[in-house]
């Protein structure tokens, strides 16, 4: 995933604002506005490094006047003490812009960190592990950045970009063809796929979400793109990769619901294609990032 500044420029300003409000006070009280120094941005633990251009971006909203050496890549595996970048301009610049640029990188190192132990978790046996909705809010472009720079994969972006058929849609659907004096029609999950498909622009991409076989077969009948193995057990999900094989259907099966690092294993090697993971970006741990005046 390639990151695009325009998109990310609102989310740099925003923080800023927050941060700096009208003025340092600390550092207008202290620092000669124009002393000049360099300054290390500072890995204080391995990570995988991820958020260096926004952290550019971000010192060149305060101050283009800043030089921004970078030492690293985006998607770097580093060690603990790694000099990620050096900044060399204005101190009072770049003590405005120390907490905002850390914080980015912390958290997006984070994510991109723990996705790849998920990754490498599974490299032998070829599964693509996905992100989810499960974002902060605002913050869901950058927080997929951070997981396709730890290797791993983006789902669907929002609710605009693929339909996704879970079970609340399913209950719904079947209310309303009651609703309609339907009640004689049984509702299938075949049904709410092709009519899914029908509705949406053509080659728009369908996922639908099942629970067990049964469902599963059911799903598989309507020819989505996707289906998603929700909350299954790694049985089950070997027997629902058995009927599409015997099927020989083309539909791509994502596992998701309860995965860890420590079961994940158990279900990469079930022949499945991706595993999607709320934990890479819901509840991940920031590294810690330190800036250091030379």
Request: charged share 30%; glycine share 6%; net charge positive.
């Amino acid at each position: 995933m390639q990151i695009d500044r325009d998109r990310v420029l609102p989310i740099i300003k925003a923080a800023l604002k927050e941060d700096i409000g009208k003025s340092d006070i600390t550092t207008s009280a202290l620092v000669d506005k124009f002393l000049s120094s360099r300054a290390t941005i500072i890995a204080k633990e391995d990570c995988v490094v991820c958020g260096l251009k926004i952290a550019e971006w971000t010192m060149a909203q305060v101050d283009y006047s800043v030089r921004f050496k970078p030492n690293c890549n985006d998607g770097d595996f580093v060690g603990k003490d790694k000099e990620l970048f050096f900044l060399e301009g204005h101190v009072s610049s770049i003590l405005r812009a120390e907490r905002t640029m850390l914080n980015f990188i912390g958290f997006l190192s984070g994510i991109a960190t723990e996705t790849k132990r998920f990754v490498d978790k599974t490299k032998s046996h070829g599964v693509k592990i996905m992100d989810t909705r499960k974002t902060y809010p605002l913050l869901r472009y950058l927080e997929k950045y951070a997981v396709s720079a730890g290797g791993g994969a983006n789902h669907r972006m929002g609710l605009y970009d693929q339909v996704l058929i879970k079970d609340n849609h399913i209950k719904l659907y079947g209310v309303q063809r009651i609703a309609y004096s339907e009640k004689n029609k049984k509702v299938t999950l075949k049904d709410l796929v092709e009519t899914a498909r029908k509705k949406n622009v053509r080659g728009t991409v369908i996922e639908i979400e099942v629970a067990n076989t049964a469902e599963f077969q059911d799903a598989l009948q309507g020819k989505p793109d996707i289906i998603m193995l929700d909350n299954m057990t790694p049985q089950d999900v070997r027997a629902c990769v058995e009927i599409r094989r015997m099927s020989k259907t083309k539909a791509i099966l994502e596992v998701s619901g309860g995965i860890t690092i420590d079961n994940i294993d158990h279900y990469a090697s079930t022949g499945i294609d991706m595993i999607s993971v709320g934990a890479l970006t819901h509840s991940v741990k920031s590294i810690d990032v330190s800036l250091e005046i030379v």
